[in-house]
């Protein structure tokens, strides 16, 4: 069983920055996809960026392109997500998602296999 942990969240002014990590725990990670969904309050989740773990397909929601990135350490496991300018629109809590194929459709969250708990994103106005 594959367990991922986020971190990084906090609150931050309009126009900030934040850097969010994701570490994995349990068996062998050896995913095929990676991602960042956020889900704000009574909205559903969103997909904000994704990578393939092995190759350097980047995707990314029209919203947050240009502002954040997505980025993977394939020898420490890990992944991180940096928001810059950052938004009120972008208060959300963020959750890193893997899954073992490399040919998902990266946006669709039902897709993925394995989340972290959530780390909560507030940005004030």
């Known amino acids: 069983q594959v367990r991922l942990a986020d971190s990084g969240g906090g609150l931050v002014q309009t126009g900030g920055s934040l850097r969010l990590s994701c570490a994995s725990a349990?068996?062998?990670?050896?995913?095929?996809?990676i991602a960042w969904f956020r889900q704000a309050p009574g909205k559903e989740r969103e997909f904000v960026a994704a990578?393939?773990?092995?190759?350097?397909?980047?995707f990314y929601a029209d919203s947050v392109k240009g502002r954040f990135t997505i980025s993977r350490d394939n020898v420490k496991n890990t992944m991180s997500l940096q928001m810059n300018n950052l938004k009120p629109e972008d208060t959300a809590v963020y959750h890193c998602?893997?899954?073992?194929?490399?040919?998902?459709?990266?946006?669709?969250?039902?897709?993925?296999?394995?989340w972290g708990q959530g780390t909560q994103v507030t940005v004030s106005s």
């Open positions: 998602a893997a899954d073992s194929s490399r040919t998902i459709v990266p946006y669709l969250h039902a897709n993925y296999d394995y």
């Open positions: 990578v393939r773990w092995n190759v350097d397909d980047f």
């Open positions: 349990g068996r062998t990670f050896d995913p095929g996809t």
